[in-house]
């Protein structure tokens, strides 16, 4: 498989940058290849671990493994004190999955079949989820936005409301967990993948230990190279972070979810791609807030350019039209890859806002 191939960039990365001195931009480029194949190896080993114990508890772990990359290279980033660029990753994440990885999956399985169906009534609940965790992740925003026009003081900072936006956002995740773990999992493992695992005990903890570890070590490298790779190729930190960090961090879903719909599993697909994005705004956020404190450098979720606000809101909506048929055809796929470059080409146009 492509991504076993992959991981020969984990050590040749590591040589590029402490062996020979490599510039900033091979640096980065090899050390996001070298993520992008370990977060696939990552989902591999969850998802082996998952057919051992079972729907509910392996749900639990798939649900908590999936972005266990994004959310170690965005800490890696935020450490250095880049939290315009962890925002962007945070925007770029649910972008990322809910309209390219989406987009292609859609591409790609509606290629040779006139049309794709899947559960309504399961791609309509993740929709509206979605939407609603939108709502709350860009509530602090409203909030300052509104305090600036109005030109009214409160005694409540941004960081306040960023506090407490993220315990109700991980209380809304434990309710998701509550909600499709036990009391609907039959509804919910459906589209899980069928068959026992194919890897011993130790191989799979083993391969999961080691790539979330080299995962870590390929994330200091991102960070550390990071300004100098948007100096030299004339971007912006934050465009970086939008498209390249998120697509960096979401490269196992993206290729789990084009798998699967080439399989003709639209389901599972949309449970990927949406649920992604759901993850994201109701554990990732909200985790990067409250850890954001701990490290010194706190992080609010009022971004700094209202292109975010725009992009979030409106890629929710269009995954709720997207999913609201019960179907897909490959020029839906079409307009959420244009839509997608669209929103890529503002935040280029933007510059560092």
Known sequence: MIFGALVVFVPLSLALEYLFGASALVVFGTSAVAIAALAEWVRRATDQLASRVGPAIGGLLTISF??????????????????????????????????????????????????QQFGQKRAGLLASLLILVVIALLLPAAFDMTGRLSGHTTNVSDEE?????????????????????????????????????????????????????????????????????????????????????????????????????????????????????????????????????FLGHPMTLVFSNPLHLFAIAGTAFIVNSIARDGETTWFEGVLLLGVYGLFALAFFFSGAG
């Open 66 to 115: 999936g972005s266990i990359a994004e959310l170690v290279l965005a800490l890696f980033v935020l450490m250095r004190g880049q939290i315009e660029v962890v925002q962007a990753q945070i925007t770029g994440s649910i972008l990322g999955t809910s309209l390219f990885g989406l987009g292609l999956a859609i591409i790609i399985g509606g290629a040779t079949r006139d049309r």
């Open 161 to 293: 409301v960023s506090l407490g936006a993220s315990v109700v956002l991980l209380a809304l995740y434990l309710a998701n967990l509550v909600y499709t773990l036990v009391t609907h999992r039959d509804v919910f493992s459906a589209n899980r993948a069928e068959g026992g695992a194919t890897w011993s005990l130790f191989v799979t903890l083993a391969v999961l230990i080691v790539a979330t570890v080299a995962i870590a070590v390929e994330s200091e490298l991102i960070s550390a190279v990071l300004e100098e790779t948007a100096g030299t190729l004339h971007l912006s930190p934050m465009f970086l972070g939008v498209i390249m960090l998120a697509l960096v961090g979401t490269a196992g879903d993206l290729f789990a979810a084009s798998w699967f719909a080439h399989e003709n599993r639209m389901g599972l697909v949309l449970q990927i791609c949406i649920g992604s994005a759901i993850q994201v705004a109701l554990v990732l956020a909200p985790l990067l807030v409250l850890v954001s404190w």
